[in-house]
């Protein structure tokens, strides 16, 4: 009997010291030498590699994130080949997961002294973030998009790349169809006819879709009514306002893809995505991010991609469509002193680090806002990135909470699926969102838009 | 040494009610064995349920989200918007038919297939038993994938078996029938277990005696069978009824409430509003009326059910 309580002692006594956190694994050593013999790198905000961080003695930092860590990884790596002394331990947390888990770790004093941010999650997170101990005017002079993001005259994190919509083709449907680059439309009118002519039916099936835009609702609806002036917020950037001609336009403007030239179906490929994918579709609308998707998940399907349309042939609409952006990361404020100032160093390296900067742009098919990347031949000649053209003229409203997409997906379902009028689907979504926002501080940042005019 | 005395089954129903057993020995060490094991589970009961309850409950009262520390008191605001909350009605119009609809199959499927495999004519009872269960057994999360592909209106096995041209998952007319077909595929093998187990202890005699007096196949199942195994059908209905108004992943993994809100049901509203939006007061408002919606049918059942005789004063 005492062998076997022995026994589950000693096994729980490892299983626990398994799931302990320590530094036994820790890579970190005395760093001595102060002068690297490396050069300062940067072009408004500097950083200098020569100098002893945390007086040289080893220190661990935790950095988390829900995806590319081996991209992040790069960073850490090499800050750790200068620095010596600090142990950077990544750790991937799911996407789901992350945004319960990262607040209530940060609300603990046991929080990762580094974390990256997507700005959806703005309201849970800025309560536990330590301020940028970079200069505002510095980092706006070196990163586009920074006043965006000031806070009381501080910064907590900024956007390393811009991510919007694009049209996406399959190649080989497109030159079966017989069109070539020439035919690449500018206009929704000319959008159209291609669309037409990469249709394929047969009898009263598809066998092809010109155009699929089924469950991608939110990704346009939310982008297109800038194309015509209108925002998402009103004036006062606390009301939402969905609820306008606009908006209705572009519902309308979609479903006439599908009732009128019969382009799709909303039930041929119930997912837009997958449908272009599994090689069903010809063209669809989505985020750059659908670059990175495709290479995973459907590698043999060979696309090429254009700016999305505009209403009208050589008039340059007030913007082209809604952006957001990839957030830089945040620091831990309730981090020890040590590790916020190694943090802080940390992300002076890792915002004025060009090379590493643009793989991460590539990787995430994400437009660089770091200012010496914006001409980079690489970002240029980007599958995705390349077919942006001026990205001054795309707004980005604020980290809108949730209830915008989830409003206006409903609303998308209720049009297509349940026969409910597209008048009414916005009065109800409008509706929704008002009732959500009312329990947020949400302020939007339309008026930051370069040419931002109240209608 | 005392023996103890065996519980004792009941003439009606084969629900073994545990008989008052008399003095016996405590064996050295069985009292504190005992008293930690029900210690234990009643401090974790406590730790993990009965205090995030309350929590829960104080939330309901409150606008209120935890991950950045927001607690400002509501009194009963969340209760009164909720009530005038459409997409509410329309979750708990939906949980309801759900609900009615699941049960009813799992109870009618379950007790039709326990009745075939007990039968004397049935052959491969092993097989059939194991069969049947297999699906409980599957993680739903896995199954509910698995039926998603089956449904998908271009390359589905459903629409290419049968010749079907329905977009199943997001026509508003198909997408709920589809979501509770999927649980009763996936479900009505537990129903089947237990109500083999019900007719297996069924008392030999009172069928025996049926059978001699002339009753018929039907006569038998109706007049004897039906009323011995109330007992386990009570416990199958109100175990349905806890685990169907809770329902969820088939929901999460099939529609996401959709097309619109037209699956959408309480579980999947109090998780939209807790972990999309943030709003846990109001998931948590929403949470206790279901908490209540689901002991009132509890409650309805057992007493339909006749419960209290089916299980002694102590049930």
Redesign the interface.
């Known amino acids: 009997m005492r062998k076997t309580w022995v026994a589950v002692m000693a096994t729980a006594c490892l299983a626990l010291s398994a799931c302990g956190s320590g530094d036994g694994g820790s890579t970190a050593v005395k760093d001595t030498v102060a002068d690297k013999g490396l050069p300062i790198v940067g072009e408004t905000v500097k950083y200098d590699p020569n100098t002893l961080v945390n007086d040289g003695e080893p220190i661990n930092l935790e950095w988390w994130m829900w995806d590319g860590d081996e991209t992040f990884g790069q960073f850490a790596e090499a800050y750790e080949e200068i620095h010596p002394n600090v142990d950077i331990q990544i750790v991937n947390q799911p996407w789901d997961d992350y945004?319960?888990k990262l607040?209530?770790q940060l609300?603990s004093d046991d929080g990762p002294a580094l974390y990256n941010v997507h700005n959806s999650h703005h309201?849970?997170?800025?309560?536990y973030m330590e301020p940028y101990d970079i200069p505002v005017d510095e980092l706006a002079a070196d990163y586009a998009g920074v006043e965006a993001h000031v806070i009381d005259g501080k910064v907590y994190y900024i956007d390393f790349g811009m991510m919007t919509g694009l049209i996406f083709y399959n190649t080989a449907m497109w030159e079966a169809a017989g069109l070539t680059d020439a035919d690449i439309p500018e206009t929704w009118d000319e959008f159209r006819d291609v669309a037409k002519k990469l249709t394929i039916r047969d009898g009263n099936?598809f066998t092809q879709a010109g155009f699929n835009f089924?469950s991608q609702f939110k990704e346009f609806s939310l982008g297109l009514p800038y194309q015509q002036g209108q925002h998402l917020m009103a004036a006062d950037q606390a009301t939402p306002d969905l609820d306008n001609q606009a908006m209705l336009d572009t519902i309308n403007l979609f479903t006439g893809f599908y009732d009128v030239d019969q382009v799709g179906s909303?039930?041929?490929?119930?997912v837009a995505a997958d449908s272009f994918g599994?090689g069903?579709t010809a063209m669809i609308y989505n985020w750059g991010h659908f670059g990175g998707t495709l290479g995973t998940n459907f590698p043999e399907i060979e696309y090429g991609t254009f700016r999305t349309p505009v209403p009208e042939a050589g008039v340059e609409p007030y913007a082209h469509d809604r952006y957001n952006g990839e957030s830089t990361l945040g620091i831990n404020a309730k981090a020890s002193d040590a590790q916020k100032a190694v943090a802080q160093d940390f992300l002076r390296f890792y915002l004025t680090n060009a090379d590493l900067m643009k793989d991460l742009s590539l990787h995430y098919s994400v437009f660089p806002m770091y200012q010496p990347l914006a001409d980079d031949p690489d970002v240029l000649a980007h599958p995705v990135l390349s077919a942006l053209g001026d990205i001054t003229k795309y707004v980005w409203p604020g980290p809108i909470?949730?209830?915008f997409e989830?409003s206006i997906?409903?609303m998308w379902?209720?049009i297509?699926?349940?026969g409910?009028a597209p008048e009414t689907a916005l009065a109800t979504a409008q509706k929704?969102v008002e009732?959500?926002l009312s329990?947020t501080d949400f302020v939007g940042v339309e008026n930051l838009y370069a040419g931002y005019s109240s209608k | 040494m005392l023996t103890p005395k065996r519980p004792e089954m009941t003439a009606h129903g084969g629900a073994a009610l545990i008989a008052r057993t008399p003095a016996r020995r405590v064996y050295k060490g069985e009292r504190s064995l005992r008293m930690s094991v029900v210690v234990g589970i009643v401090v974790l009961n406590v730790l993990l349920l009965v205090i995030p309850i309350g929590i829960a409950f104080v939330g309901s009262f409150h606008q209120w989200n935890p991950l950045n520390g927001t607690f400002n008191y509501l009194g009963l605001d969340n209760y009164t918007q909720l009530l005038g909350d459409a997409r509410f009605w329309t979750a708990t119009a939906n949980t309801g038919i759900f609900g009615v609809v699941v049960i009813t199959l799992r109870v009618a499927l379950g007790l039709a297939l326990a009745y075939a495999v007990w039968s004397k004519m049935t052959r491969f009872k092993t097989f059939f038993r194991t069969l049947f269960y297999m699906p409980t057994v599957t993680p739903l999360v896995a199954v509910a994938y698995v039926w998603k592909l089956m449904y998908h209106p271009q390359v589905g096995a459903i629409n290419s078996i049968f010749g079907f041209d329905v977009n199943w998952l997001f026509d508003s007319q198909f997408a709920l029938p589809a979501i509770m077909l999927m649980t009763v595929w996936k479900d009505f093998g537990y129903a089947v277990i237990l109500f083999l187990a019900g007719l297996y202890s069924l008392p030999e005699d009172a069928l025996e005696a049926a059978g001699v007096d002339g009753a018929s196949a039907w006569q038998r199942f109706r007049l004897i069978v039906l009323p011995l195994l109330r007992p386990m059908m009570l416990f199958v209905v109100v175990t349905s009824i806890i685990s169907y108004l809770q329902a969820f992943v088939q929901v999460m993994v099939l529609t996401k409430g959709g097309p619109g809100t037209s699956t959408s049901i309480i579980s999947y509203l109090v998780y939209e509003e807790a972990f999309v939006k943030y709003n846990f007061g109001y998931a948590s408002a929403i949470a206790f009326v279901l908490l209540i919606l689901t002991a009132l049918l509890t409650l309805v059942s057992f007493k339909m059910s006749g419960g209290r005789k089916l299980f002694g004063k102590g049930a």
């Not at chain 1, 909303?266 to 119930?270: E, I, M, T």
């Open positions: 945004w319960t607040p209530l609300q309201e849970n997170l800025i309560t099936s089924n909303k039930d041929f490929g119930p599994q069903q909470p949730a209830t989830t997906d409903t379902q209720d297509l699926y349940n409910v929704t009732t959500d329990s």
